[in-house]
């Protein structure tokens, strides 16, 4: 690869992981999803997140706090929704 295609090759990963990033997916999601849908060699995206991470530290210090967030909101209805499936289960035997 010459000097421009390369370069422009980094910048389709980047736009990708941006595309990523819009779906709210994490480093090894992006990485799977490069590598399957747009046959990207996991190095090349890894190498890439990491520089953008370098690049963006607030950014994305600020993004997996987010994440971890939505995470434990999620768990938290989840366990809510199986507590009140469990007692909606136990009223109707009871009945």
């Not at 090894?28 to 990491?50: F, M, R």
């Not at 999620?74 to 136990?90: D, F, G, Y």
Request: aromatic share 6%; hydrophobic share 35%.
């Amino acid at each position: 690869m010459g000097g421009d295609s390369s370069a422009s090759y980094i910048h389709m990963v980047h736009h990708l992981i941006e595309e990523c990033l819009i779906f709210n997916m994490s480093k090894e999601e992006c990485i799977e999803a490069l590598s399957k849908h747009a046959n990207i060699k996991p190095v090349i995206t890894s190498t890439v997140w990491n520089e953008l991470e370098k690049e963006n530290k607030e950014f994305f210090e600020a993004y997996t706090r987010g994440r971890d967030q939505r995470a434990t909101e999620i768990e938290k209805r989840q366990r809510i929704q199986s507590r009140l499936k469990a007692s909606m289960r136990e009223t109707i035997d009871k009945n």
